[in-house]
């Protein structure tokens, strides 16, 4: 079987991180947020996944090209020469996609974080025979988004509501599908959005079915649903491999701390806090709701929480960092600081606090 993710273009919802890698290389539970998904499509057979991408091939495949090795599985690009929307991608892969055994493939859009059920999703695509399924998910308040109406006994799609004023369901989108080739025959090579043009079709055809995503959805695509989805991930696998998640007298709920990562005496860490490889984190910190990426730093009872630190970034002693602060790649906070919300761009030395939030280039 095959996939396709579509990736997209600069990720500049999650800057300052995305300043430094494509946003799907951007870290998430200690791993890239793509390859969350391509070890999961791994896991149910896929063995060619195709990134449909418009913003540095190069880097993506490089950075890859080890992960091909490690899992097995073949990674390629296409390259949009102009942006093609969520449909076009899939018109410009055709070739890639198409092998002539006529089985199925996998779409996701790369921000999408859950537990990922494919092997669920074929069975239940083999068993209705229809031509396309969507994954659909919850949500408290659907009025913010499409929403998919579809017959709760069959999970055939009647219709698409965008953005309802008045209640017709509370099941959205969520991002992930499993097409037929034929899905492609009606995609034209031209900027295309699959949810407002092409599955409308298909659900007039009756082709088209949707099945309630198990479990946590996330669209982690701008910092304050990264915090969020990170606690919902966190959750999901102490139900799942509590194995993974760290315990101790040092610990307050669910935790990932990476083996290479160094924590002091007398820290509290936790919950919802994910510290990254080879970070350290010296003694008499504070830890919550924050992801500490790759290489950071944070000094003696410095105290970071619903936050964002950067790779090889550094929190300096008694500082304090709170309220969605961002610190980009190679940023330091000097001692005794304080950051209401900063999003600071890479290379940068913060000698002075930020009072609310702001943008510090």
């Known amino acids: 079987m095959k996939a396709l993710i579509l990736v997209g273009g600069f990720g500049t919802r999650l800057r300052p991180l995305t300043l430094s890698v494509p946003k799907p290389l951007v870290d998430f539970g200690n791993k890239p947020m793509i390859l969350h998904q391509i070890e999961a499509l ?3 057979g896929v063995t060619e996944v195709v990134l449909a991408i418009n913003y540095q091939p190069e880097v993506m495949l490089n950075f890859l090209k ?3 090795s490690k899992l097995g ?7 949009e020469t102009e942006p093609l929307g969520t449909a076009g991608p899939l018109a ?6 198409v092998d002539g055994s ?3 493939f996998f779409v996701l859009n790369s921000d999408v974080i859950s537990e990922y059920p494919f092997a669920e999703l074929i069975q239940f695509h083999k068993a209705h025979g229809g031509e396309a399924t969507i994954m659909v998910t919850k949500v408290d308040e659907p009025s913010k988004y499409g ?3 579809m017959e709760e006994a069959t999970g055939k799609v009647e219709r698409f509501v965008e953005k309802p004023k008045a209640f017709v369901g509370n099941k959205i989108n969520a991002g992930i599908y499993l097409l037929n080739p034929s899905v492609l025959d009606r995609i034209e090579l031209k900027p295309t959005s699959i949810e407002k043009e092409v599955f409308p079709r298909i659900a007039a055809d009756s082709g088209l079915f949707a099945m309630v995503l198990p479990g946590f959805w996330m669209d982690i695509g701008q910092p304050r649903d990264y915090i969020t989805g990170l606690r919902l991930y966190l959750d999901s696998l102490r139900k799942k491999a509590p194995g993974k998640l760290a315990s101790g007298a040092h610990v ?12 002091g005496e007398g820290c509290l860490i936790g919950p919802d806090v994910a510290v990254g490889p080879g970070c350290v984190v010296e003694a008499g910190v504070r830890l919550s709701r924050c992801t500490v990426m790759r290489g950071a730093r944070v000094k003696q009872h410095a105290c970071v929480s619903s936050s964002i630190i950067g790779w090889h970034s550094t929190v300096g002693k008694w500082a304090r960092v709170e309220n969605m602060t961002i610190l980009g790649e190679d940023v330091h906070v000097c001692d005794e600081i304080y950051s209401n919300g900063g999003v600071v761009l890479p290379h940068k030395e913060i000698k002075s606090s930020i009072l609310k939030p702001e943008i510090v280039m």
């Open 102 to 104: 006529g089985d199925p």
């Open 73 to 79: 599985i073949k990674i390629t690009c296409s390259q």
């Open 66 to 68: 080890d992960f091909e």
């Open 42 to 44: 791994k896991e149910v």
């Open 92 to 97: 410009l892969a055709r070739d890639k996609l």
């Open 252 to 263: 307050l709920g669910n935790v990932l701390v990476h083996e290479t990562a160094v924590i």
């Open 147 to 149: 929403v998919v109406v």
